[in-house]
């Protein structure tokens, strides 16, 4: 992961509740950071999602925990599209003490897009892909 540039950063506020009774977040939720961080990332990167019909699922998830977040941190999610398949894409995301840039927690995953009136996956929005490929400066598309 080391070499991914992640160009998309969210800094996220931890919240009383996110701390456990041995006073760091508690490892479930940072997988609500990183929702946070693909949520925000596909709202700015993708044109036109609509979120009535169009719905992007996580298919897999790899979590890798370095060291722990306390409630007195200041941290970031920073998420990057790695790869481009027909009707899936890969994900990479971390958890970064902003100010010391440390890395708390890593994430690889893979997402599907799926159609919510057919109740079933469907192939990317071309739309979507050079949106991303733009953005992430380089064409991510696996089938090329």
């Not at 599209?81 to 010391?100: C, M, N, Y």
Request: proline share 2%; net charge negative; charged share 25%.
């Amino acid at each position: 992961m080391d070499d991914i540039l992640f160009k998309h950063s969210l800094p996220v506020q931890i919240r009383f509740n996110d701390v456990d009774k041995f006073g760091h977040v508690n490892n479930a939720i940072y997988l609500n950071f990183y929702d946070l961080g693909k949520t925000k990332y596909f709202g700015s990167v993708c044109p036109n999602v609509n979120w009535e019909r169009d719905a992007i699922i996580v298919v897999r998830l790899e979590v890798i925990f370095h060291s722990q977040i306390r409630d007195i941190d200041n941290i970031a999610v920073e998420t990057a599209v790695t790869g481009i398949g027909t009707k899936s894409f890969d994900l990479a995301q971390r958890v970064i003490d902003t100010e010391t840039r440390e890395v708390k927690c890593v994430c690889n995953s893979t997402m599907v897009t799926y159609d919510l009136l057919e109740q079933e996956s469907k192939p990317l929005i071309e739309e979507w892909i050079n949106a991303i490929c733009t953005f992430e400066g380089k064409d991510l598309r696996k089938n090329k």
